[in-house]
């Protein structure tokens, strides 16, 4: 027992070293295909200097971003400390190249060439040769709750040091590069500030992600970080006609068609600059769009579509411009919404009882302070309705037993009220649950039918999905900790790369799995052809590399891949040469 124990550091020192590689070769495979590297890198300066380019630093951001660790960019190098960094970014590489101080400066780069820019030139480029462009375009937006201090104003970086291996040298290097010099020009960023939170946080500054994806991968095309009191109702706009200029640029022959929510839907915007296609939902501000909304529904002519919806169809020149209306009528969101009003209109009544309650035991000294109370609370009532009556309160002016032949004078006024429900109110309100109206300038009804304008609009949560993803706990940030408006806004383009990254792998994996007619288990052991890429990835957590070093082979350095099972590999093969060889599939490497 104790020669085995002294031979594990003899061991260690030969060269026996351990690293993980889960699923991070998946991602760095879809990396390698889609060239993210080599594109960014074509356009981005390489400083010599560095060990690692911008490239190479994106993908590392991305790795950190899908390891589902909640590590923040500052605690990168840790992250990958652990981790086969030669398989999966480059052979020339070592984890300890990928610092805090070199990704601060891909940030950085990112900025200088501009964020947008950069990601529609990469991401409309893997669009367009892998073939996933399609003629349908969703945009939103959504909002990033900061916490903390930010510099709105910043100037030019300072120069570039030289790398150094110690965290300290890097932290101080950062530091400095944040104390901004005075006197230089400002640079056109985002605006750490407060406006309308999506997340629920108007306490918190923010800032605001504009996000175009495209197709039945949901490939993001466009991103567009904006200040935190940017308005939907003018960005949306911008981020159309950010992409309609860039199709031109590039001579692409395309039309897109523009799906997105009701704050596309302006009079001075949208149905004056009609140049492009659209569908939209309309605003329930608009009298018109109210109307419709609250019609009787046994007035309306209905066409039964598919999964409980029914349509109408209407002709507006809303605004000057004619135009297609379509009212829908979802089942499954009526009994929703109508259970939630049936369950608000309950808690209101009893609220409201308990305060007529405490009102009708006040004793008022005249008839209009009664009335006055009363009348407040009756102004408040959307959906209730009081039914009220004034009554006089008579009794003896004195104390203690009252004189013979004494008589009752008037002390003062009580309410008595009763709760009752504003019938035609509800009826109009229930009528206007589970509908909404689409409108679109596609006037072709042959062309473009109902129900294809339904599908193309319930199609919007694959953008809103989109930012579920963003905003996941598990993904790289769900806080943004940077301190500098010009960082924040690289790193939102490498949030959204990373975004394109899982969509596009896991689109691909389906594909492949359709196209060869198979399946896999869920995690109920189901056999299905639509695992989402999360769980693709939990299926291969465990695998790892072992090293062997000369002093153990005496041949040189061998590598070994463990754990890989029969469902691991099928999954590996899946995604195709680039995967297999990072997993030493494809060449003679042993697999324990």
């Known amino acids: 027992m104790a020669s085995q124990k002294r031979s594990l550091p003899n061991n260690l020192e030969a060269g026996l070293t351990t690293a993980n590689l889960d699923h991070h070769g998946l991602v ?119 916490e903390g201090s930010y510099k709105n104003q910043e100037q030019q970086p300072g120069q570039e040091e030289q790398e150094g291996p110690k965290v300290e040298k890097e932290q101080e290097a950062l530091k400095e590069e944040e104390e901004q010099e ?21 306490d918190l500054k923010q800032v605001i992600l504009s996000l175009v994806v495209n197709g039945p991968s949901a490939i993001p095309i466009c991103m567009e970080p904006l200040s935190g009191n940017s308005s939907d109702k003018t960005s949306l706009h911008q981020s159309i006609n950010q992409v309609e200029r860039f199709k031109k640029q590039i001579e692409l022959d395309k039309t897109f068609k523009w799906v997105a929510d009701s704050a596309l839907y302006t009079r001075d915007k949208l149905l004056k600059e009609n140049s492009y296609t659209w569908l939209t939902r309309i605003p329930e501000t608009i009298k018109e769009a109210r109307e419709l909304l609250e019609k009787d529904g046994e007035c309306i002519t209905w066409q039964s579509q598919e999964k409980g919806y029914k349509t109408s169809s209407y002709t507006s020149h809303y605004g000057g411009i004619e ?31 308990q305060k007529l309650w405490h009102v009708s035991k006040q004793v008022f000294g005249c008839s209009k302070d009664g009335e006055k109370a009363i009348k407040e609370l009756i102004k408040k009532q959307e959906l209730l309705e009081i039914n009220y009556e004034i009554e006089v309160v008579k009794g003896y002016l004195q104390r203690g037993k009252p004189k013979q032949g004494e008589e009752t004078e008037i002390k003062g006024y009580q309410i008595k009220a009763t709760v009752g429900e504003k019938k035609e109110a509800i009826s109009k309100l229930l009528n206007r649950k589970g509908r909404f109206i689409l409108a679109t300038n596609d006037l072709n009804k042959e062309g473009y039918t109902d129900q294809a304008m339904l599908e193309e609009y319930k199609d919007q ?6 930012f579920r993803f963003l905003k996941d ?19 939102m383009m490498v949030m959204t790369l990373t975004l394109l990254v899982y969509n596009v792998g896991q689109y691909r994996i389906r594909q492949e799995l ?12 189901k056999e299905i052809q639509n ?9 291969m957590e ?51």
Not at 514 to 525: A, D, F, I, T, Y
Not at 531 to 539: A, D, G, S
Request: with cysteine.
């Open 182 to 202: 005075e006197g230089e020009e400002p640079r056109q960023v985002i605006s750490v500030t407060h406006g309308y939170s999506k997340d629920h946080r108007p």
């Open 461 to 466: 949560q694959k953008v809103e999905g989109g």
């Open 514 to 525: 359709e196209k060869r007619q198979e399946s896999m288990p869920n995690q109920l052991g």
């Open 323 to 353: 135009q297609r209306w379509m009212l829908v009528y979802s089942s499954q969101s009526y009994e929703r919404e109508k259970e939630r009003l049936d369950n608000k209109l309950k808690k209101d009544k009893k609220q409201l009882e």
């Open 473 to 491: 706990p598990w993904f790289m940030v769900d806080s943004i900790y940077l301190k500098l408006p010009s960082r924040i806004e690289s790193l």
């Open 28 to 146: 760095a495979a879809i990396c390698k295909d889609l060239k993210i590297a080599q594109r960014i890198d074509k356009r981005l300066p390489v400083n010599l200097n560095r060990k690692v380019s911008p490239g190479q630093g994106t993908v590392a951001m991305i790795l950190n971003g899908l390891g589902y660790t909640n590590r923040t960019l500052y605690m990168s190098h840790h992250f990958f400390s652990s981790k086969s960094i030669e398989r999966l970014i480059s052979p020339s590489l070592k984890a300890e190249d990928i610092t805090n101080y070199t990704l601060a400066h891909t940030l950085d780069d990112i900025s200088a060439y501009g964020s947008s820019k950069l990601f529609m030139e990469v991401a409309m480029e893997i669009a367009i040769e892998n073939d996933l462009l399609g003629l349908v375009n969703h945009l939103d937006t959504t909002s990033f709750s900061l």
């Open 531 to 539: 695992p989402t890429l999360r769980w693709i990835f939990q299926i």
């Open 542 to 592: 465990g695998i790892g590399v072992i090293y062997l070093g000369e002093g153990l082979t005496g041949s040189g350095k061998q590598s070994y891949i463990s754990n890989i099972n029969p469902l691991r590999a099928r999954i590996i093969r899946l995604c195709g040469s680039e995967a297999e060889r990072i997993y030493g599939l494809s060449v003679k490497e042993k697999v324990a």
